[in-house]
């Protein structure tokens, strides 16, 4: 089994990816949460509750409830 490695041993290239994946990950989880924040419960599909601790799974939990969690909002 390998040793595992220190961020500062990783490649510069593999740094930059984690750290893309790293900042895009919380950009996801911040988006969810305002969202959650702002749109009436009536307009998300489940408890809001459930909705927010989701979107701390990963970048799966933030992209399930964009794509799922949302409601359609009415045209006015």
Sequence with gaps: MAAKR???ELSTGTQ???AIIAITELTLMIATLLDLRKRP???VKG????????SAI???GPIAYF???????PNT
């Design 58 to 60: 990963n970048i799966f």
């Design 41 to 43: 419960a009536e307009q």
């Design 6 to 8: 220190t961020f500062k």
């Design 16 to 18: 930059i990816v984690v």
């Design 67 to 73: 794509l799922v969690g949302r409601r359609k909002q």
């Design 47 to 54: 408890p809001k509750i459930l909705w927010t601790l989701a």
